[in-house]
């Protein structure tokens, strides 16, 4: 692990595994620590992964300003990385609320981006809306699990405004391609990971700008992976294709049966189809 200081004097924490060229690493949750991330299914067999804390997580050090933990003001963090790195471009992975970090940062670096893998994605950055209608129809894939009928109830709950503690909790099945131990474990660790005031703030107002994005996004020529789960409700496939759409130069894959976290429901397709991509 490296500590590097940002452009204001925060000391960010970067992760680093495996061996080959560098790829770096951007967590979602929004904020949470990157060890959620594993080595991504066994990525680093083939990549050195640059693993980074965004500040206030992990061993990223506490900001002096809680409003730097706003998704556009993050992008400085990752520049600053890539700087301290070395890099002149740099191959550019993000997870889940990550993946609008990356996308800021590609919209403002262009240059800087080789190839960019948005995993999971989430679409606040470029303001596509996922219906309910599309929630349910993906969710309706798991009709065959023995846990459905009180987690879709749940389900139900939160998307008419209902949602609490215990609801949230609830649907937690819904996120992995298969609920057992190894995904229990993982969702249980979760609290711990992740910063809850970085993370309300991460959206905030002033944080996106999705007209200014989209327009931006149509100059980003560097190849582009979407790679999402079947069954993955955050990032549902139709409004994958969505997304991928506001890229010149992008390619969908959907992995079967796989939910929010691929590289946990079936690791070798995961590494397998990120290694070509990035080859």
Not at 13 to 36: I, K, R, T, W
Not at 175 to 194: N, S, V
Not at 258 to 265: I, K, N, T
Request: glycine share 8%; net charge negative.
């Amino acid at each position: 692990m490296d500590f590097f200081t940002s452009y204001d004097g925060t000391e960010l924490a970067c992760h680093m595994f495996g061996e080959g060229p560098p790829a770096v690493c951007l967590p979602g949750g929004p904020m949470q620590a990157s060890a959620y991330l594993g080595d991504l299914g066994g990525l680093s067999a083939h990549r050195k992964l640059l693993m980074l804390d965004l500040r206030g997580t992990g061993r990223s050090a506490v900001p002096e300003e809680a409003a730097s933990y706003r998704c556009d003001r993050l992008v400085d963090d990752v520049e600053a990385l890539r700087e301290y790195l070395g890099l002149d471009r740099m191959d550019l992975l993000a997870h889940s609320g990550g993946t609008n970090l990356a996308t800021l940062y590609a919209a403002r670096h262009p240059e800087r981006v080789n190839k960019l893998v948005l995993i999971s994605p989430s679409v606040m950055a470029v303001g596509i809306t996922i219906t309910e209608d599309v929630r349910r129809k993906t969710a309706r894939l798991r009709e065959g699990e023995p846990w459905f009928p009180a987690t879709f109830a749940a389900l139900e709950a939160v998307m008419a405004g209902q949602a609490t503690g215990d609801t949230w909790q609830a649907i937690a099945p819904f996120w992995y391609g298969r609920w057992d131990e190894t995904a229990q474990a993982h969702k249980a660790a979760e609290a711990e990971q992740r910063n809850s005031e970085a993370a309300a703030i991460f959206g905030s107002e002033g944080a996106f700008d999705p007209d200014a994005t989209r327009a931006a996004l149509t100059r980003f020529t560097s190849p582009v992976l979407l790679f999402t789960g079947e069954v993955d409700l955050n990032s549902p496939p139709p409004v994958m294709s969505e997304l991928a759409r506001l890229f010149p130069n992008a390619e969908l894959v959907v992995q079967a049966r796989a939910g929010h976290f691929p590289w946990l429901d079936d690791a070798d397709r995961f590494v397998a189809t990120t290694t070509t991509f990035l080859r």
